[in-house]
C-alpha cells in the first residue's frame, strides 16, 4: 500500500471480531516493531505480547472496555533502563513512542486493526503483566480483526499545524 494511503486507513478501532491473528502477522508487526529507530541505538525496550483469550475478566483491571479485552491480542510496549543511565523520561516515550507507531502501521497494511491505549491503570498493567521494577508500561495497543467502522478523519490544516520559517 502506498504509504500516504496507508496513514489515512489507520483509524482506532474500538471494537473487534474473535477472529484470531495469524502468528505469521504477528511476527511481521514485531518485526517492524524491532526495526524503528531509537536513540543511539540504546532498544531500550520491550514488548508484552498478551493473548485475552479466557483472560478477559483477569485482563480488564489494566483498561475497563469491552472492546480492550475483546481483541485478540493487546500489546504493552514497555521503556527499560540503560544501564548505568538515569532514566529519561522524555526519551523513553520518544523511542517507544517510534516503536508503537512501526508496529501498528505494520499491522494496518497487514489488515489487522488497532487502537493506541495511553489512559491504562498503571499498576494493575504492572501486576497483571509481572513487569520488573525497571520496566516501564508506557502504551498499549489492541490487536485484532475491526468489527468497527472507520470515522472521518478530523485533523487540523496543514496550515495550522506546519509553518515554514522564513530565510
Ligand atoms: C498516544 C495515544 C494514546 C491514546 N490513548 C487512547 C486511549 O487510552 N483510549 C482510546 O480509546 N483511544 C486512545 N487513543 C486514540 C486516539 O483517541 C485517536 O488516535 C484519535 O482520536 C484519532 O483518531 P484515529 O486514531 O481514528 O485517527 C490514543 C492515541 C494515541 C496516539
Redesign the pocket.
Given at each position: 500500500m502506498d504509504f500516504l494511503e496507508l496513514t489515512k486507513k489507520?483509524?482506532?478501532v474500538?471494537a473487534y471480531k474473535p477472529t484470531p491473528v495469524e502468528d505469521e502477522k504477528l511476527k511481521q508487526i514485531l518485526e517492524a516493531a524491532r526495526m524503528a529507530p531509537t536513540g543511539s541505538n540504546q532498544q531500550a525496550f520491550q514488548l508484552v505480547v498478551v493473548h485475552t483469550k479466557g483472560r478477559e475478566e483477569e485482563l480488564r483491571p489494566i483498561?475497563n472496555?469491552d472492546w480492550f479485552v475483546q481483541a485478540p491480542i493487546i500489546i504493552c510496549a514497555c521503556a527499560t533502563t540503560i544501564p548505568g543511565q538515569a532514566y529519561d523520561e522524555g526519551r523513553s516515550y520518544r523511542n517507544v513512542?517510534i516503536v508503537m507507531d512501526h508496529l501498528i502501521l505494520a499491522a494496518t497494511n497487514l489488515g489487522l486493526g488497532t487502537?493506541?491505549?495511553?489512559?491504562?491503570d498503571t499498576n494493575p498493567a504492572r501486576d497483571i503483566l509481572g513487569l520488573p521494577k525497571d520496566v516501564k508500561p508506557i502504551?498499549?495497543a489492541t490487536v485484532g480483526y475491526s468489527d468497527d467502522e472507520?470515522?472521518p478523519?478530523?485533523r487540523k490544516s496543514i496550515d495550522e499545524l506546519v509553518r515554514y520559517e522564513q530565510w
Open positions: 489507520r483509524y482506532s474500538r483498561y472496555r513512542g487502537c493506541w491505549i495511553g489512559a491504562f502504551v498499549f472507520p470515522r478523519k478530523v
